[in-house]
């Protein structure tokens, strides 16, 4: 501000001076002024707005939220509001085609019936209820256990490190899927079993990761300024190792989701699934693929919702890498 | 080289305490459940079940049970089957070689194709090979291997055979050449796609690096430039993930095999599944296990010698 003054002053007095004399005296010195030199002149972006921002930027991402949102309403509202139960049978309705209207009652049967006569529309709703719930549930304790186990190793290091890692090679060695399927013939059929033994082994990869970083974290500039302010534990890992091993975590847990959903059908289809009537989209499929030469619908509809989910959080943690990265940070 | 014997051998211990580990585990799950395995349709009376505890060693307090096990297991004696009364080992050594058969193949058709489209989506990046080999990595990672199986089997088998009048992939079985290829296919397809589209990420990277630039001013050929300078650096990021895509190729072939009705562990397991025959699901799982861990131990071993950058301590992070 008073730079300009101070200029226009200048070229005033010299281009109009034969004109109408300006005298300096006009002018008048306000000094700086502190408060205008240092206000914010744009609102402080913070790193997780920076990075939604971005995010949001990508058609890509907003069509996966729109792809999730919906299927996530769907399954929690279609099967409420849908005049068919899952699990109702009519064997004189089996295996009809898609937009089939019943003869009785003159409903529509959206994508046709099963073998049993059951609406396929309401049970792959009903299945997306469990491979959603699975999915979820899952990566979540697999996410929780991963980070705390992963944070406390790489925290403490040293011996307590040493001998926490040994043990993650001895666990994260032993095959994933074998642990499930042995679990999955022992214990009682259910959500919960599947939930549990999803989730036993399932951590591990989460821990490594979360432990490579809190290990580079700490040697960080930023950590030994706040240890060496006398910050306890506690302050550290809340306020400056948290915040940043949030991104990473973030990125793994969307795409470990459609590992979680890819594993559940797989299982289903050597007939360690959720037991009937349930249904799962993994079910769902395998009970399609018997009757596929005849009936290619019913297996086309739940491997298309697979499919979809499975891309849509695949993208979406791409994206999300991306809007988080740091090097891409403006 | 005593630095990579030392690696070798600390993941051979590592191995070795896996395996164990997982033994230990089964043998628990075997006592978790429910039943004995002499409950059958007969009753049998006091005396004999007596016997016949005494005979297994079922009498025996458990941590003696739990040795008499792992050396069962160790001589390869995984129990009688409960359905046909053969020895789950011969069922195993039967059915075992289709199951490798079937996920070596796989494992070649991934690696080669994957790589492939991963170099040429690199080198011709924004032109139309790199959109078709991304579309096809992006179905590769979300359309389960079953389902593309069975789509495969649907179009190329049967609708094949009801349009050309002869079967030029059958739609199931395990015999000729053509038998394989589309099981094959159908379990490397996801494998495959994971591969190229970590090639082409990595080849990216190289191919900005400053020696590639060299070469160029050198005048080199671009094929010089891509297969001797860029594919050989660009390579290591997927031998790293070639020991989960081993273990995860071959438990596919547990689906696979049943949906194209090939005669592996898979149709056994899934068999035994219907069928409540513990024996044999324990057996084969636990064989099947083991066998991973050998492989990711193999893949380790390849991977140290590989490169000699990496730090032989373990320590991949």
Known sequence: ??????????????????????????????????????????????????????????????????????????????????????????????????????????????????????????RIWMGARVS???????????????????????????????????????????????????????????????????????????????????????????????????????????????PNLLGIIVVNVTLDIPNVIFTEAFLSMLGLGIAPPQASWGTLCNDGILVFQMYPMQLVYPAVFISVTMLAFNLLGDQLRDALDPKLRR | MPKQLQYILKRLVYSVITVLVLITITFFLMHLMPGDPFTGTKAIQPEVKAALYAKYGLDKPLPEQFIRYVGNVLHGDFGVSLLDKRPVKDIIMEAFPVSAE????????????????????????????????????LIGVSVPSFVLGAILQYFLGLKLYQATGNAIFPVMGWSTENSKLLPAFALAFGSMAVISRLMRTSMLDVLNQDYIKTAKAKGLSQSGIVWKHAVRNAIMPVVTVMGPMVASVLTGTFVIENIFAIPGLGKYFVQSVQMNDYTTIVGTTLFFGAFLVFANFVVDIIYGLLDPRIKLSGEKE
């Open chain 1, 132 to 242: 959603l719930t699975v999915a979820i549930a899952v990566t979540l304790i697999d996410c929780l256990v991963g980070t705390i186990y992963g944070g406390i190793s790489g925290y403490l290091g040293g011996g307590v490190d040493n001998v926490m890692m040994r043990i993650i090679e001895v666990v994260g060695g032993v095959p994933y899927l074998i642990v499930v399927m042995l679990l999955m013939v022992v214990l009682p059929r259910g959500l919960t079993t599947i939930i549990i033994a999803y989730s036993l082994t399932g951590w591990t990869g989460m821990a490594r990761l979360v432990r490579g970083q809190v290990l580079g974290l700490r040697s960080e500039e930023f950590i030994v300024a706040a240890e060496s302010m006398g910050s306890r534990p506690s302050r550290v890992i809340a306020k400056h190792l948290a």
């Open chain 2, 102 to 137: 079937l996920g070596i193949r796989s494992l070649i058709f991934a690696f080669i194709i994957g790589l492939l489209l991963g170099i040429v989506a690199a080198v011709k990046r924004g032109t139309g090979w790199d959109t078709f080999s991304m579309f096809l990595a």
């Open chain 1, 1 to 122: 501000m008073t730079n300009q003054q101070t200029t226009m002053q200048n070229s005033s007095t010299l281009s109009y001076s034969a004109e109408s004399h300006i005298d300096s005296s006009e002018f008048q010195w306000i000094g700086p002024d502190e408060k205008a030199m240092e206000a914010i002149a744009r609102p402080t972006i913070n790193f997780w707005k920076d990075a939604m921002g971005r995010l949001f930027k990508s058609k890509v991402a907003i069509l996966c939220f729109v792809i999730l949102a919906v299927l996530i309403v769907g399954a929690i509202f279609i099967p409420i509001f849908s005049p068919f139960d899952f699990s109702r049978q009519n064997v004189a309705f089996a295996n009809q085609p898609p937009m089939w209207v019943d003869n009785v009652t003159h409903q529509v049967h959206l994508f046709g019936t099963d073998d049993l006569g059951r609406d396929t529309w309401v």
